[in-house]
Structure formats: structure tokens, C-alpha cells
């Protein structure tokens, strides 16, 4: 008896991992695709070599055990993971995953890396399908094929070191144009509790003993139990009872016809409750005979709202290179216009942006219709417009669009991210007044009526916000008090109503700069970051910690010199 990852079986305690599902897959006559490449140019449809074979349909009792066929159309963020496992040309199915934005794929940290010396190169050799519940499409070759542009792994997996912080995100070449599910967060406790039916999603393995995988998406509902039952049952296999687990299902009956479990090919899928993704199908206890539903066990989820911070910080992640760290743009005050890019510690690289910005006085950067491409919100200097300026993937130009008048005589004009909980992009001003509103975005680049969310914001002469400081998976936003020079954080809500908390004081000395940019994560691990200006026009680096108080921010570093003769910086 061992602990396996939901993948493959693989070495050791506890792991299925994912050489073992697509071995698994070949045994049952798997379907196989032609790889394809090329980020910026995905293939729409998956296309198969001819001969190709699809799994055999399972018969009555080959279930996800214990469950049901299902829909795309009552499940359409579930994607599949596909990738060229043996170098042979093919892909074969490897994992489940879930579409958390048009762009983004949250899975399981051992389908990408399923041990200490193997990492798959999805961007590579893999592809995403969406749109179909049938697995690889099936014999019409249904859904929607995407390349992966990058993926995050979660810095704590360790395949030769249990089965904690088996999460990551992958980030796609283009958006799929499917619903999407939200992850479980801090406010989400009520839905961890005993006893709470939850749903598993997959296209695993049909059999405890078998080696056939599901020729249509399964779904099972899944009791969630209490972490103390759960520590008892797979403690000696590796369950801890540190916040990065849960378990859930009855324990394994042994039987197909009355077990109702997750299997091998499972991995990477979604464990829903009240709508929101709160666990990560990630191991249970199996042998070379039995894969799944042995006696006497619980099966092994990633405990999702323990990692809504970080996971979040990666599906916000996006930036003008597109490489998973946030940019400067800035000009000059000449009116050249330049994106000054990341390379964790400091911004390296220097490029035009095309098109001109001289007619503004504000350019905040945002992706404001959730396509994973950069975006710019600017005012115009003549009459205080709001127009979101984008591109897309076909084009390397931006074009204008209006979305908002009368904004001239605002302090402070922001695009932080999602501020009122509904993961749809907003805008954020702060009036002349000191009174900080909200343009609550509609996800297609356009913004709703403006509302009012408080007050007070007058003792304040910069306001900045893009992403989450703090790590709990809300968008917050930073202010200098104009006569004390110090710097507050004011914290996320994901409230609609009431989405800042009161402001919380964290650094002094703040007075000496004379720029604030909030880009969003600038070194790439998935928290927010400020970057300064200070006389002589050199730039510094505060990068967040996560933290809320005194130490949310780590001393500053040099990120760049010879900023001095530009007018617009953000």
C-alpha cells in the first residue's frame, strides 16, 4: 500500500503522478494528437493523425466511482491538460484542470512537475482543450485546443517531500471563451465545514482495478470531512494538519459498484462548493492493483483558499512582456513612450510602445477585459476622459475607446483590479475632495456607474493600487498622508459595497519620492510591489511581503537610473 498522486502511480509513499496516467491512457487505447507549437498562435481545433483511437466508452459501473456523466454546458471551465509524454509527436491526456479566468488554469503542481527530475515543458510540448466534456474531443474532435504561454508552480512543491502545496496556474496563449469558477478564499471557512457535500470533476480512471479512462466528463458528489478525521485516517501516508489539505468522500469500500471516489487521471480537477473551487484533486492511498476506492481510506485535496493569495497574484499576473512580472511604462518629456520591463530585481530592457500618449496626463496599466493582454485606463489633459487603450493578439497597435467623462479634476485615477469581488476589473478614482469612488468594471473593457465607496481620502497625496499586498487574495491599495510623508496601507475587502478597510499605517519617510507606481507584482512571486522615484531620478524596488503591517514592504533595492526627464510614470 502506498500514498499516490492522482496522476500516475509513482515511487515510494502516496503518489500518482503524471507518467502514470498517460501510461494508463495508452494501456485503455488512448486517444493520441499531433503536438503543436507557437505561443501567439494557437491552433483553435485539435486535429489527430489518422487511426487515431479514443478511449472505450466504459460500461455502466466504470464511473469516476460512484458517479455520473456529465455536460459541458453544466461544466465548462473544466479543461484538460495534454502533452507529448513520451517525445513521440502525440499528446495524451494527463490531467484535469480549471479554467479561473479566459486565460488561466488552475491544476495540480504534480501534473506539471511529477518528480524532482522531470518538469514538463507544457509551453513546449503540451496544450489545453476546452469546450467539450468528451476527453481529447472525442471522435469529432470537439472543444477548443490553446497553447500555454507560461506556468507557475507553487515554490514549495516538492515531489520527493509529500504532497504539500500541490497547486499551480497556468497561463494561456490566448483566452478560451468559456465560463469560468472562482477559487475558495479566507471568507470561504463556512464551506470547509464537516459534512458539506462538495463535487468532483474528471475524466480519471473509471476503475479502482481498471485502466480505462472516461470517455465523457464524471462528476461525484464527495462529503468534506473534519480535519481531525482526515489527520487519523491518512496521517501516516502524509496528511497534514497544517491548512494545505483537506479530505473528502467516503472511505473507500473496495468496490466499484458501491465506492464513490476521485481515481488516477483525476488530478488537477476541481473539488466545488457553493460555486467556488475549494479543494484540488491531489493523492489518495492506492497500490499497483488497487489505483483508488481501497478499503478504509479517504482521498486528498489541496486545500484551495490557504492558497488564494498566491494563486490569485499568478491569474493577475499579466504585464506588457507577458512573462509573469509586472512592467514600467513611462514617458518622456519629449513624449517618446517606453515600456521598461522586469527581470525580477530590477527593469533591464527598454522598448517603444507604439502609438503616442502626449494627450494625457495619467496612464495606469490593467487588463480591463480579462483577454491576459496588458492594457492602458488614461485621462485626456483636455477635458479629464477616461479611455481604455488595448490591443490584441492579432495586432501589435492600440486603439482608444472612451469610457468615462468628467474625471479632470480627480486626485487620483487607478486600476488596481478586482476591488468588489465579482473578479471583474474595476476602476478606482479618488475626487478633488479626497472621496474615492468606484467604476465597477463589466469584463468587456467598459465600466458601470460610479459609486461611491467612502470617504476621507483628502489627508492623502498619492493613492496607488494594482494586485494584493497582503496575500489574502483582495486587491488593495496604498496612500502617502501629505503631512506626515507616511505611507498607509489601505486594505482590500471584496466587498462591493465597502471594498477598503480602514487605512493601516506600515513604512515613514515616504515624503522623499517624487513618483509612486503600483505595476502589480514586478518580481514574480506573486505579490504586489511598489516602485519609487527618488531627486535624482533613480528608481527603487519595494517588494511586498505579504504582510499587512510594519513589514509589508522589505527595504528597498535600485531597479533602475536616468529616470529623471520623464512626465508620466506608471
Not at 512 to 538: E, Q
Request: charged share 15%.
Amino acid at each position: 500500500m502506498r500514498a499516490s498522486r492522482h496522476g500516475r502511480p509513482v515511487h515510494r509513499v502516496r503518489k500518482l503522478i503524471a507518467a502514470a496516467v498517460a501510461a494508463v491512457a495508452l494501456g485503455a487505447g488512448a486517444f493520441a494528437m499531433t503536438a503543436q507549437a507557437s505561443e501567439d498562435a494557437p491552433t483553435d481545433k485539435y486535429r489527430a493523425p489518422k487511426g487515431y483511437t479514443t478511449v472505450s466508452e466504459p460500461s455502466a459501473q466504470q464511473r469516476i466511482i460512484g458517479g455520473t456523466d456529465t455536460t459541458f454546458s453544466k461544466a465548462p471551465y473544466m479543461v484538460q491538460l495534454l502533452y507529448d509524454v513520451y517525445g513521440d509527436g502525440y499528446l495524451y491526456f494527463n490531467c484535469g484542470g480549471t479554467l479561473v479566468a479566459p486565460n488561466k488554469v488552475l491544476t495540480a503542481a504534480h501534473c506539471i512537475r511529477p518528480s524532482s527530475a522531470e518538469t514538463y515543458n507544457y509551453p513546449a510540448k503540451g496544450l489545453i482543450l476546452g469546450g467539450t466534456a468528451l476527453v481529447g474531443g472525442g471522435p469529432n474532435d470537439e472543444g477548443t485546443a490553446v497553447n500555454v504561454s507560461r506556468v507557475w508552480i507553487h515554490p514549495g512543491w516538492n515531489p520527493d517531500a509529500g504532497s504539500q502545496n500541490d497547486i499551480a496556474v497556468m497561463t494561456l496563449s490566448k483566452p478560451l471563451p468559456y465560463a469560468t469558477l472562482p477559487m475558495a478564499g479566507p471568507e470561504d471557512a463556512a464551506s470547509y465545514a464537516p459534512g458539506t457535500q462538495g463535487i468532483a470533476l474528471g475524466w480519471g480512471l473509471t476503475s479502482g482495478t481498471g485502466n480505462e479512462l472516461a470517455s465523457t466528463l464524471q462528476q461525484v458528489t464527495l462529503p468534506l470531512n473534519a480535519d481531525s478525521a482526515c489527520q487519523e485516517n491518512l496521517g501516516e501516508f502524509g496528511y497534514t494538519s497544517n491548512g494545505t489539505m483537506l479530505c473528502a468522500g467516503q472511505q473507500g469500500t473496495g468496490s466499484d459498484a458501491t465506492g464513490k471516489t476521485t481515481c488516477p487521471g483525476d488530478s488537477g480537477g476541481p473539488l466545488i462548493v457553493k460555486g467556488k473551487i475549494v479543494g484540488i484533486v491531489s493523492w489518495g492511498v492506492g497500490s499497483d492493483v488497487e489505483h483508488c476506492n481501497m478499503q478504509g481510506y479517504y482521498e486528498a485535496f489541496t486545500k484551495v483558499s490557504s492558497y488564494k493569495g498566491q494563486a490569485q497574484g499568478r491569474v493577475d499576473d499579466t504585464d506588457l512582456s507577458r512573462d509573469g512580472r509586472a512592467d514600467l511604462f513611462a514617458r518622456t518629456s519629449a513624449g517618446a513612450d517606453y515600456s521598461f520591463n522586469s527581470n525580477g530585481v530590477a527593469f533591464a530592457g527598454k522598448y517603444a510602445v507604439s502609438g503616442s500618449y502626449t494627450a494625457y496626463n495619467l496612464v495606469v496599466q490593467t487588463d480591463l477585459n480579462r483577454d491576459g493582454l496588458q492594457d492602458f485606463v488614461a485621462r485626456k489633459t483636455s477635458n479629464g476622459e477616461l479611455y481604455w487603450i488595448r490591443r490584441t493578439l492579432s495586432s501589435t497597435t492600440y486603439s482608444a475607446v472612451r469610457i468615462a467623462t468628467g474625471y479632470g479634476s480627480y486626485r487620483a485615477i487607478l486600476a488596481p483590479g478586482d476591488v468588489t469581488g465579482d473578479r471583474k476589473p474595476d476602476v478606482v478614482g479618488v475626487s478633488s475632495s479626497g472621496v474615492p469612488v468606484v467604476l465597477p468594471g463589466n469584463g468587456n473593457g467598459t465600466v458601470g456607474t460610479v459609486q461611491v465607496v467612502g470617504s476621507g481620502y483628502s489627508r492623502f497625496n498619492a493613492v496607488r493600487g494594482h494586485g494584493d499586498f497582503t496575500n489574502d487574495g483582495r486587491t488593495d491599495l496604498v496612500a502617502r498622508e501629505s503631512s506626515s510623508g507616511a505611507l498607509y496601507l489601505i486594505p482590500g475587502t471584496g466587498s462591493a459595497s465597502a471594498p477598503f478597510g480602514t487605512p493601516v499605517r506600515v513604512a515613514e519617510g515616504w515624503s522623499s519620492y517624487n513618483a509612486i507606481a503600483s505595476l502589480g507584482d514586478v518580481s514574480g512571486d506573486g505579490i504586489a510591489d511598489l516602485v519609487t522615484r527618488k531627486s535624482d531620478g533613480t528608481l527603487q524596488l519595494h517588494r511586498g511581503t505579504g504582510q499587512s503591517g510594519t513589514g509589508m514592504l522589505r527595504a528597498p533595492i535600485q531597479a533602475g537610473t536616468g529616470f529623471g526627464s520623464f512626465n508620466l510614470f506608471g
